[in-house]
């Protein structure tokens, strides 16, 4: 027989070293065979009050094991504290404090043979098992709680919840509306069942489910929330703006509600009111550091603010992220002086995005002998760019579902890569959080955001010559790194070429355009547009958008070129819309006219690779100013780049005359354009690699040899 005292001090190691499971099963193997045994009925009871004291701290939302609160929740909630014995809740709750949900799954399903009328006892089991995403064996034990009381809420919600997961949104609804017919008011199962009724395409009932429950929680961010999501993804912008309104006027300006409406003004182009409302929540807590980023990304687009405001914006992002100088990475794992130098790329835009496809385009011609490339994704889409991404990168990490920055930051460390890319910038599913934690000992901020991170711990912009100029350095906090050639390469193929119109047909009519987005439109834009117009006879100018001229920012358009003496016959409106029809509307433009200072990116570079002339303007004192600038220089078009706006307006008159004349035609500048810099992609591979070696070059020269 088993020395008592020798397994009584192998029972307390194992508690000290934290297995409490296995020191559970010696404790009850004492038990069995010394029933009175005092130091292994104190074990158990040690077990058990240090299980209440972690139950609490979930209760109390400071445990950080969120996927055990609602077992935890089960536990203290349930009656099963009057339904055991006390030696069997001490065993139970023993089994949850340790951890060990393979050995409480038996011990319940050994109680259960003991108290078969205990349906709590069944909940728990399906409830951990739904927790560990087991969902058919949840689904098993809820049915269980079913046939002991068939009226169970909680049963057919479980039940519901777990078909849900599962995608089985016929079943779940089924349940939800059986749980409700219980609880008619219940928040949970309405949310739940406007989710699956519009999981299963029925657009019209779920607003009814979600409008009736609104009426029911009026103060009910969630429900709010979902119907506007709703709508969002029906694209019915309006409509979900309202509700969101709606919200704000029934429960106040929550940071999820401000957060949702800020997108919806952006989506809608109202850039303006977007930021008004970011200033809003900042002026109360600065430290909300989503908001912080979105108020970056916006200032871009917000008339008046200065190069030094948009410095003093994006440094207070980086101060809202509150992360201490011991959790920055100060040594790494990489080789110092590596045969091919990895380098990380971290986007949420791998995907058929401007970003995603760039990224597709170059990335075959970086040379694999001397870069390992790999992606770290903050998103998890699947579409043609996503394959054709994935096949580029020698490793591929989705981190789309990690619990935070500091975890991913760990993962790409862990990784060693020599040299870490951000691609986002603060734009729309960005990581900047992780490159304050310097995973990477050099860090890079390149193509999907063009002004200063704010992030000291990234250590260059890749930019070039025109669009960062010396007289802009200060404004950024990383080090500027000059491409000799466009920052940008164009991602165009000739899958559209047949939509170009190259001959005109003797055609007098001049059609200018643009394809930029409304919001960059302001009253100085449409005042030289309109007397652009004015000086060309029988002109047009095609405007497209969201909404085309009837939607709100359409709207402000069309009044003030009424106010400027242009006919409304003379704006051709269209809305925005697939790829193809964006191609065909620019081949019907003679004459492309850029926004200032806000200027177009890759709509200039579309509209000159279908052959298109693009009347810019230098830049002048923001960041943004110069991007197109830099486009139409590499684009062998410098003639095209007005001095300021009288310029503007001349070169537009000319080149007009030019082109009525049959002076300049599609034909000569589509071949000028094609063979130049700006479109050469394996010369801009051949720069991009050259700038890689060098930023590592001068990294080891500056840092690893200290």
Known sequence: ?????????????????????????????????????????????????????????????????????????????????????KEEYEYLTAYYRARNFASLLEYISELSKQHPSVTNLFHLAAV??????????????????????????????????????LRDFDQAKYHLEVALAIEPDSLIALKYLG????????????????????????????????????????????ASLKVLEHAITSIGQTERILQNLTIILIKLERVDEAFFYLQQVLEKDPQRTNFCSMRASLSSYIEGITSEEQLAIARAYEKSLGIKNEEVYKSWRCNINPEILKVGFVSGDFFNHVVGRMLLRILPFIDRSKFELLAFSTTNQDDEISRGLKKEFSKWINMSEDDDFRKSAERIFSE??????????????????????????????????FATTGIRE????????????????????????????????????????????????????????????????????????????????????????????????????REQFLKNGIDVGRLISKDRTGLKDYYKTLADIDIVLDTFPFTGG??????????????????????????????LRNANMEMLIAENETDYIKKAIFFASEIRESKVTRSEILRSVRNS?????????????RALHDMWSHKILKDFSE
């Open 458 to 557: 990234i250590d260059y912009k890749l930019v070039d010559h025109t669009v960062v100029p010396v007289s802009m350095e200060e404004f950024f906090v990383e080090e500027i790194y000059r491409l000799p050639n466009c920052f940008l390469c164009p991602s165009n193929t000739d899958e559209y070429d047949s939509l170009i119109n190259f001959d005109r047909k003797e055609k007098y009519e001049i059609v200018f355009g643009t394809v930029n987005r409304f919001n960059k439109i302001n009253n100085s834009i449409i005042d030289c547009w309109s007397q652009i117009l004015k000086s060309v006879p029988d002109s047009k100018i095609i405007l497209k958008g969201r909404g085309g001229l009837e939607g709100k920012a359409g709207v402000r358009l």
């Open 195 to 238: 989710a699956s009724v519009a999981s299963l395409g029925l657009f019209e009932e779920a607003v009814k489910i979600f409008r009736d429950g609104i009426k029911k929680h009026p103060k009910s961010e969630d429900l709010f929330i979902q119907l506007a999501k709703l709508f969002q993804d029906k694209k019915d912008f309006p």
């Open 416 to 449: 060693a890569p020599n040299i870490l890319i951000d691609l986002s910038g603060h734009m729309e599913n960005n990581a900047l959080p992780i490159f304050a934690y310097k995973p990477s000992p050099l860090q890079v901020s390149w193509l999907g955001y």
């Open 128 to 165: 951990i098992h739904y927790e560990s995403n087991n969902f058919p064996a949840a689904i098993h034990e809820f049915r269980r709680v079913l046939l002991l009381d068939p009226n169970s809420f909680d049963a057919n919600l479980g039940i519901a919840r777990s078909f849900s997961s």
């Open 1 to 85: 027989m088993p020395n008592p005292k020798k397994l009584i001090r192998k029972a307390r190691a194992l508690k000290i070293s934290g297995d409490y499971a296995s020191a559970l099963e010696i404790y009850k193997s004492i038990l069995n065979l010394y029933p009175r045994n005092k130091e292994a009925k104190q074990g158990v009871s040690e077990l058990a009050k240090m299980d209440e004291v972690s139950i609490s701290s979930l209760e109390s939302g400071s445990e950080k094991y969120n996927d055990l609160k609602e077992t935890s929740s089960w536990i203290i909630r349930s009656n099963l504290k009057i339904d055991l014995n």
């Open 677 to 689: 810099p700006l479109f050469d992609l394996n010369q801009f591979a051949r720069n991009l690699e």
């Open 602 to 631: 890759v709509t200039t570079t579309d509209a000159l690779w279908m052959g298109i002339p693009v009347i810019g303007r230098k830049g002048t004192d923001t960041l943004v100013s110069y991007q197109g600038e830099s486009i």
